[in-house]
């Protein structure tokens, strides 16, 4: 079966600085999803990404697909507060009819 | 547009007690999920339906849990009896079509089994 597994597990940065979040799939990807989650509500749909070298952005948050790697990374440009909660990846099985998901990335962000 | 709306959002329960949750899809998608979240990990997923079909129910502990999607539209969870381990959140979802569509999420129900 498929694994997505995401580093670091959690992170704390200071208000302004960049960051990296990391997805690494078992098999190859046929499409990465990115959502985040504030601690006891939903996930929130952040991107997609589709073919190989596929970039994304979205205000701060840049996100990229490298196929060749079976990973994807998620980059925030000089962090806020609004930019803390849990950060999941998410990639559709071969056969694009189930959702599996990583462990998700906390991100606290100090101001 | 209205999203996924999920109740109750925080339930606490007695261990063998039963338990229901209810989940409204945003209009127009036709494929639900129903998903179990662990703390510290992702969530996993129970059951999908494709309008009022389950196609993948592979994951549901069928002794105790149900669900159904009358209509097609609205679905019912339901554990009988729970466990102190059913203890989680329950998130819904839904989608357009079921082929790699966006997934979009309810804000969940978070159950403690005392």
């Known amino acids: 079966s498929q694994e997505l597994e995401q580093s670091p597990q959690s992170l704390i940065v200071q208000e302004g600085k960049n960051l990296t979040i990391n997805c690494t799939s078992s098999?190859?990807?046929?499409?990465l999803y990115w959502y985040k989650q504030k601690y006891g509500e939903g996930l929130i749909f952040l991107m997609m990404l589709q073919k190989g070298g596929e970039e994304k952005s979205h205000e701060k948050i840049t996100a990229k697909l490298d196929e060749k790697k079976q990973q994807s990374s998620l980059h925030i440009t000089a962090s806020q507060p609004s930019h803390a909660g849990i950060y999941l990846c998410g990639a559709y099985t071969e056969y694009g009819n189930k959702l599996v998901f990583g462990a998700g990335t906390i991100l606290r962000v100090k101001s | 547009e209205a999203g996924v709306v999920q109740s109750p959002r925080y339930k606490i329960i007695e261990k063998k007690q039963p338990v229901a949750f209810w989940c409204n899809p945003i209009?127009?998608?036709?494929?639900l999920y129903w998903y179990l979240q662990n703390l510290g990990q992702g969530p996993e997923l129970l059951i999908r339906y494709e309008n009022e079909e389950a196609v993948d129910d592979s994951q549901l502990p069928k002794d105790r849990f149900s669900a159904e999607r009358l209509k097609g539209v609205d679905s019912t969870l339901k554990i009988q009896p729970a466990e102190l381990g059913d203890s989680a959140v329950y998130l819904c979802?839904?989608?357009?079509?079921?082929?790699?569509?966006?997934?979009?999420f309810g804000p969940g129900t978070r159950l403690t089994v005392l």
């Open positions: 098999k190859t990807l046929y499409g």
């Open positions: 209009s127009g998608h036709n494929t």
């Open positions: 979802a839904s989608s357009f079509s079921a082929e790699g569509d966006t997934q979009y």
